[in-house]
């Protein structure tokens, strides 16, 4: 599985970008996606994620209302629309697939996903 993300860049605090995250290898079939963020010195922070086992996309409570996880199965890839973005939003944004998921719904933690992209780098101004 080789997952490529991109869409970040500079925004002004309340401005909107969609992340883009684009997976070769992996059947939407049965599928398990999550985002997750990290600022420097601080640990990774799931973000959003959205399976097919249970079909509802899910989000932190952080960013819930901003934020909406969709997937495109023609296209193989799951964007991130991220809205109303504030300061504490900058982060290099990273998509994740575990290479095997039996439960529910989807994982919260980092151990549980075995493949990730390069991250994409969302930086958001005052």
């Known amino acids: 599985v080789q997952l490529v993300e991109s869409g970040g860049g500079l925004v002004q605090t309340g401005g909107s970008l969609r992340l883009s995250c684009r997976a070769s290898?992996?059947?939407?079939?049965?599928?398990?996606i999550a985002w997750f963020r990290q600022v420097p010195g601080k640990e990774r922070e799931w973000v959003s994620c959205?399976?097919?086992?249970?079909?509802?996309?899910h989000y932190a409570d952080s960013v819930k209302g901003r934020f909406t996880i969709s997937v495109d199965d023609a296209r193989k890839t799951v964007y991130l629309q991220v809205n109303s973005l504030k300061t504490e939003d900058t982060a290099v944004y990273y998509c994740?697939?575990?290479?095997?998921?039996?439960?529910?719904?989807?994982?919260?933690?980092?151990?549980?996903?075995?493949?990730w992209g390069q991250g994409t780098q969302v930086t958001v101004s005052s």
């Open positions: 959205i399976s097919d086992s249970d079909g509802l996309p």
């Open positions: 290898g992996l059947t939407f079939d049965d599928y398990v």
């Open positions: 994740a697939v575990p290479h095997l998921y039996p439960g529910y719904g989807c994982p919260l933690n980092t151990f549980e996903y075995d493949y």
